[in-house]
């Protein structure tokens, strides 16, 4: 089974800005993903690229929610639909004429799986943020404290540990904070700082 999508452009450039609503969203994410845990991982994804297009992109209020919906949305399909995964979830944000730079984002979350280069900002880091983002809450669950008081050195030797975790790819972290031109410490640091405060 090939999740290649052998396409380069995504949506229509007309729709630049169009965005679906908060309500929208969410309803478009309870509807098609009914498991927890992935649930979870998307709000938390979506969390991290809002606080990084506010925090370090300086961006508005309207971008920050076009990075924090391509979090929320870039796996919307893999519970109910795993070999149309990305394909569906690009297709649905098509069909709602919704911001080409959203459904790029998404379509480039797994470069090595998809066959869509990251180019833009937001592609680089929910890129960077994705499988980074799953390996510290895995760490996260093993802790009885979860979060609270999670260090830096620790989610280090749980990365460098290849059995913790083993379905988190290594190699394509280090890929993708190389795309994105950031730290691999830095972004582990962003992530344990915040990742907590989703529920
Ligand atoms: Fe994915
Ligand atoms: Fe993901």
Same mark, same amino acid.
């Given at each position: ?23 929208? $969203? ?5 509807? !098609? ?18 606080? !990084? ?7 508005? +209020?309207?971008?920050? !929610?076009?990075? +924090? ?11 109910? !639909? ?22 790029? $984002? #998404? $379509?480039?979350?797994?470069? =090595? ?31 009885? @404290?979860?979060?609270?008081?999670? @260090?830096?050195?620790? #989610? ?9 975790? $083993? =379905?988190?790819?290594?190699? +394509? ?19 344990? @700082? ?6």
């Amino acid at each position: 089974m090939s999740l290649l999508l052998n396409r380069s452009s995504f949506g229509n450039p007309a729709h630049a800005g169009n965005v679906l609503s908060r309500d929208e $969203a969410y309803r478009l994410f309870t509807d !098609w993903v009914k498991n927890e845990r992935l649930q979870l991982h998307m709000k938390q994804v979506a969390h991290l690229m809002k606080c !990084w297009a506010a925090e370090k992109e300086g961006l508005n +209020e309207a971008d920050q !929610w076009r990075w +924090e919906m391509a979090g929320l949305l870039h796996d919307a399909d893999w519970d109910q !639909w795993p070999e149309l995964h990305c394909k569906k979830i690009i297709e649905e944000l098509e069909a709602r004429n919704i911001d080409p730079e959203i459904i790029r $984002a #998404i $379509a480039s979350h797994g470069p =090595n799986h998809f066959g869509v280069m990251p180019e833009t900002r937001m592609d680089k880091m929910l890129y960077a943020f994705d499988e980074l983002s799953g390996l510290t809450h895995a760490y996260s669950l093993m802790r009885p @404290e979860g979060y609270t008081g999670m @260090e830096l050195k620790g #989610i280090k030797k749980r990365f460098k540990e290849k059995a913790f975790a $083993a =379905n988190v790819n290594r190699d +394509e972290i280090i890929e993708a904070m190389q795309m994105a031109g950031v730290e691999l410490e830095s972004i582990m640091h962003f992530i344990i @700082e915040r990742q907590g405060a989703v529920k």
